[in-house]
């Protein structure tokens, strides 16, 4: 049995100390958040009952990225990403532990209002880090690094997701948002010893020095070049149905399994470990780049299969496995999107790119939820034709993506798009 010494993952955590500091960040702010998150939805469904309300936290969540990313953006191409990391780090810290403030249903408005702050903070943070990763790595360790902080933001998911239904039905709402608060602020000593290299050119630099040039130049950049917007339109397209299925999964567990915050932990922990598993296959099963923009679309597909299961069934344990299978799908897009554009952008372009990115897959989740959470509050349709016509969706939604956005993958790797482009 090969040593764990000689595994490329060990080697790159052991010897890569800034990517290290950076990976432990991650996990740290990452752990508060879904120990977090469900204690938001459960201090939503104390104070109210209403689908509305429920889904108007995430779609409050997602608009708030996505209204500040192209500024955002810029920002992180712009300034140093160490320091907006830290900066980003404190303030979402305090908006989370502003959540203690809320008291009675008369207060539930500071939970919309700081998750708008929390999220502003958060667009900024994501795409500086992501920019980051190139920077902090070798080309032969990049995939790696994507596929190692993948599987970890996916095991803490699950971990902290059925933790976190499980702490908050246990000790209240209160201590969750402490220890979400406090690990932010913790997060924020890994970014600090941590050395991200300013790499960009006097060029680039210039351009930058003028926001609204900058920040037009960079969307006309990434809007020109096929190799880099094609699979920047994976995530937000794949969450234009997926988005509304996720949230489902919060009324699976009260309305069908009621099971409350331990079935939301449960089906959510399940999501999470599908989306660690999945990557690890992609890179082992399908290691040729090229044809990634392809899985994209079968990875879509196979997802609203399994999801059309998950509506069909009031048991628990297949709801679990096939959640696990969808997410496996999904988790292998999120991966392939994020490495391809990694790979093809350049430093200068990268923090529009991944803002431009983060827009797309802020807004489709929104629109999705904000419909769902519509239709079911006003009792047009029940949740399993929601789920069901989501699913179907989705699988249509892959079909789609097979017939044009591989199709156009394919004649531009033949016709020598890429390596022009490298050029």
């Given at each position: 049995?090969?040593s764990?010494?000689q595994?490329?993952?060990?080697?790159l955590?052991?010897?890569?100390?800034?990517?290290?500091?950076?990976w432990f960040?991650?996990?740290v702010?990452?752990?508060g958040?879904w120990?977090g998150v469900?204690?938001?939805?459960?201090l939503i469904?104390?104070?109210?009952?209403?689908?509305l309300l429920l889904?108007?936290?995430?779609?409050?969540k997602?608009?708030s990225?996505?209204?500040f990313?192209p500024?955002?953006?810029?920002?992180a191409d712009?300034f140093?990403?160490?320091t907006l990391?830290?900066l980003?780090?404190f303030?979402?810290?305090?908006a989370?532990?502003?959540f203690?403030?809320?008291?009675?249903?008369?207060?539930?408005?500071?939970?919309y209002?700081?998750?708008?702050v929390?999220?502003?903070?958060?667009?900024?943070?994501?795409?500086?880090k992501?920019s980051?990763?190139p920077?902090?790595?070798?080309?032969?360790?990049l995939?790696?690094?994507?596929v190692?902080?993948n599987?970890?933001?996916?095991?803490i998911?699950?971990?902290g997701?059925?933790l976190?239904?499980l702490?908050?039905a246990?000790?209240g709402?209160?201590?969750?948002f402490?220890?979400?608060?406090?690990g932010?602020i913790?997060?924020?000593?890994?970014?600090?010893?941590?050395?991200?290299?300013h790499?960009r050119d006097?060029?680039?630099m210039?351009?930058?020095r003028?926001p609204?040039?900058g920040?037009i130049?960079g969307?006309?950049?990434?809007?020109?070049t096929?190799m880099?917007?094609?699979?920047a339109l994976?995530?937000g397209?794949?969450?234009?149905f997926?988005?509304?299925?996720v949230?489902?999964?919060?009324l699976?567990?009260?309305?069908?399994?009621?099971?409350g915050?331990v079935?939301m932990?449960?089906?959510y922990?399940a999501r999470?470990?599908?989306?660690a598993?999945g990557?690890?296959l992609l890179r082992k099963?399908?290691?040729?780049e090229?044809?990634?923009?392809?899985?994209i679309?079968f990875?879509?597909?196979?997802?609203g299969?399994?999801?059309l299961v998950?509506?069909?069934t009031?048991t628990?344990?297949v709801m679990m496995?096939f959640v696990?299978?969808a997410?496996?799908?999904?988790?292998?897009i999120?991966?392939s999107s994020?490495?391809?554009?990694q790979?093809r952008?350049?430093?200068?372009?990268?923090?529009?790119?991944?803002?431009?990115?983060?827009l797309m897959f802020?807004v489709?989740q929104?629109?999705s939820?904000?419909a769902v959470?519509?239709l079911l509050?006003?009792?047009i349709?029940t949740?399993?034709?929601a789920?069901t016509?989501?699913?179907?969706?989705?699988?249509l939604?892959?079909?789609?993506?097979l017939?044009?956005i591989?199709v156009?993958?394919?004649h531009?790797?033949?016709s020598?798009?890429?390596?022009?482009?490298?050029t």
């Open positions: 049995m090969r764990i010494t595994n490329p993952y060990y080697r955590v052991r010897d890569n100390a800034n990517f290290r500091r950076v960040s991650q996990m702010s990452n752990l958040d120990f469900l204690a938001v939805y459960a469904i104390e104070f109210s009952a209403s689908e889904g108007l936290i995430i779609v409050i997602m608009m990225f996505a209204v990313s500024v955002a953006g810029f920002i712009r140093d990403r160490r990391m830290i980003c780090d303030g979402r810290g305090f989370v532990l502003s203690l403030l809320v008291r009675s249903p008369e207060m539930l408005w500071l939970i209002v700081m998750t708008a929390q999220m502003m903070f958060a667009s900024v943070f994501e795409p500086a992501q980051s990763i920077n902090i790595t070798s080309p032969d360790e995939v790696r690094a994507n190692l902080s599987l970890s933001w996916s095991i998911f699950t971990s997701m059925g976190g239904g702490a908050t246990a000790f709402t209160d201590a969750v402490v220890m979400n608060g406090l932010y913790l997060s924020t000593i890994f970014i600090f010893r941590a050395t991200i290299p790499v006097a060029q680039t210039e351009t930058l003028r609204i040039k920040i130049d969307y006309s950049y990434l809007l020109k096929g880099i917007y094609r699979p994976a995530k397209t794949m969450t234009l997926l988005g509304a299925l949230y489902m999964l919060i699976i567990s009260d309305q069908i399994l009621l099971m915050s079935g932990g449960l089906l922990a999470g470990a599908g989306t598993v990557p690890v099963l399908f290691p040729d090229r044809k990634w923009v392809t899985y679309g990875s879509m597909l196979s997802a299969a399994c999801y998950v509506g069909s009031s628990l344990t496995i696990f299978l997410h496996c799908g999904s988790g292998s999120w991966v994020t490495v391809l554009i790979k952008t350049p430093d200068g372009y990268r923090g529009l790119v991944f803002s431009a990115e983060f802020t489709s929104s629109v939820t904000l959470s519509l509050e006003y009792n349709i949740l399993n034709t789920i016509g989501a699913a179907a969706g989705l699988i939604t892959g079909v789609i993506w017939l044009t591989a156009k993958e394919r531009s790797l033949s020598g798009e890429a390596l022009a482009h490298r």
